[in-house]
């Protein structure tokens, strides 16, 4: 990693740090000229390189806005060798390790028990989102139909990542799933797609008091509706994530408009990513990193927690989906604030 900095003409002094990242290798480091710099080395054959070149646009853009993001640094010593977009080089690669270089974003993880930060992160949110709906994706998935976790249960079956005794259990209920989550994305057959964050989890927030959030991370970067940026933001009982969201719309509403109808994509995408998240960990399973972080993972106990969990998702997306003109007396009305 460092021969890679040092050909891009960044010479670090001495000091370095490997940051927590189990998807890529970042590393911290202190240069010589002062400034400190996180390099993000890409995990080989993830992404391709038009995808990525899309991901460091969208922070571009996000950045030309005065959206805070941790957007890389066009890297003006890179050798036309190693630079991989013909353009000022922002992806750069030393044989088929592909990089990239950000300034360091300094913070601490949001609380989210506070009305008052879940209001300023929906502002946030929608500032974001107007800058991803400018323009489009080519390259990079979209998460607006059952494809992801159809590919994930594929995986998953073909490479024999499942105990034969969970197996039939576990592939009955997601494939009522993904029926499910189908119906919930055919139900909305006009609905918007624009370029989103895609991991908007509160680990990927940083937060300093005086300007608020910005995000670290977009390497998962993606097409899909507004609301797959907002739901993962929302934890605990109902009532809880019922307050959550009514502050976190409140914000985004007084920046953009907000399709309620999206609302009803909640419990389908949360779905999505539980089934998603279990065949990621079985493809990265080879990589030493992954078997001391989730030692859980794989085993019987595994598996049938995770049958229990898609039984539970697969009633929660029953409701019937959530309405823009809802009664504020209706069951399903998640943004009375008020009223939660």
């Keep these: 990693m460092l021969d890679a900095l040092d050909a891009a003409g960044l010479y670090g002094d001495g000091r370095m740090l490997q940051l927590n990242s189990y998807e890529n290798r ?82 601490r993880a949001p609380e989210l028990d506070d009305p008052e930060v879940l209001t300023w992160i929906g502002r946030f949110l929608a500032r974001l989102h107007i800058v991803g709906r400018a323009r489009r994706f080519e390259h990079r998935i979209t998460w607006a139909s059952a494809a992801p976790g159809i590919e994930a249960r594929d995986w998953l079956r073909t490479h024999g990542s499942l105990p034969q005794e969970i197996q039939p259990a576990w592939l009955e209920v997601v494939e009522s799933c993904l029926e499910a989550i189908t119906q919930a994305f055919d139900a909305l057959p006009d609905l918007h797609l624009q370029r989103l964050h895609g991991d908007c989890h509160p680990g990927n927030i940083l937060w300093t008091p005086d300007a608020g959030p910005h995000f670290v991370d977009l390497d998962d970067a993606c097409m899909g509706p507004a609301v797959q940026d907002l739901w993962m933001l929302l934890s605990g009982d109902d009532l809880s994530m019922r307050q959550q969201l009514a502050c976190v719309l409140e914000g985004y509403e007084s920046v953009l408009d907000f399709d309620r109808r999206e609302l009803a994509l909640i419990e389908p995408l949360r779905t999505l990513r539980m089934i998603h998240h279990s065949a990621w960990l079985a ?4 990589d030493p990193a992954f078997p001391l972080a989730f030692p859980w993972f794989g085993t019987p106990n595994y598996w049938n927690d995770q049958v229990t969990k898609l039984r539970e998702q697969l009633e929660a997306m029953r409701p019937e989906p959530l309405s823009p003109n809802a009664s504020p007396d209706d069951e399903y009305v998640f943004w009375d604030q008020d009223r939660a």
Excluded at 31 to 51: C, H, M, N, T
Aim: glycine fraction near 8%; charged fraction near 20%.
């Design 26 to 107: 970042v590393l911290q480091l202190h240069l010589e000229d002062g400034r400190i710099a996180v390099a993000k080395f890409y995990r080989p054959g993830r992404w391709s390189d038009a995808q990525i070149l899309e991901e460091h646009t969208f922070a571009a853009d996000l950045t030309e806005a005065e959206v805070p993001i941790a957007a890389p640094w066009v890297l003006h010593s890179v050798d036309a060798a190693l630079n991989l977009s013909g353009k000022p080089p922002t992806l750069a690669s030393i044989g088929l390790q592909r990089f990239a270089v950000a300034a360091r974003q300094g913070g």
């Design 283 to 286: 493809k990265r399973w080879g």
